[in-house]
């Protein structure tokens, strides 16, 4: 499966458009909100259709937007992969997890777990690390 980076509140994260009912999801409050990679407001996912999601907001009520303002966030990418940009597309073969120093050698599995949009860190898993286009290495 694909993910891509996006850089949100000044952090990469690792997000998923694979969205769901009942995924917990980041919409952004406006188009402008949108251009400028704010993802201000959350909620669950009622319906999703080929291009809109129905998404109940913590706040207030129920929305219809389109899909492609959806994002779901899996975690934080890990800071030593410098050379991840906004908008990068991740292949899930490339990430694994990381705990502080600690870094697994083999690629994270347990993506397809996280359907219900719960976070990386929810799991004791505090960052994700991704193969280094140089030495193939996890960083
Ligand atoms: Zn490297």
Not at 118 to 138: D, H, N, Q, S
């Amino acid at each position: 499966m694909k993910y891509e980076a996006k850089l949100i509140d000044g952090k990469m994260m690792l997000i998923s458009r694979d969205i769901k009912v009942g995924d917990k999801v980041k919409i952004p409050q406006t188009k402008d909100n949108y251009d400028n990679n704010d993802f201000n407001i959350e909620g669950i996912v009622n319906s999703v259709g080929n291009n809109e999601c129905n998404i109940t907001m913590n706040n207030s009520g129920n929305i219809t937007i389109p899909k492609k303002y959806c994002i779901k966030i899996i975690g934080e990418i890990s800071l030593e992969t410098t050379w991840i940009e906004d908008g990068d597309i991740l292949d899930e073969h490339d990430l694994t997890d990381r705990n502080g120093d600690w870094v697994s050698s083999t690629p994270f599995s347990n993506y397809k777990e996280l359907s219900a949009g719960y976070e990386l860190r929810k799991r004791g898993i505090w960052k994700i690390a991704v193969r280094c286009p140089t030495c193939k290495k996890f960083h």
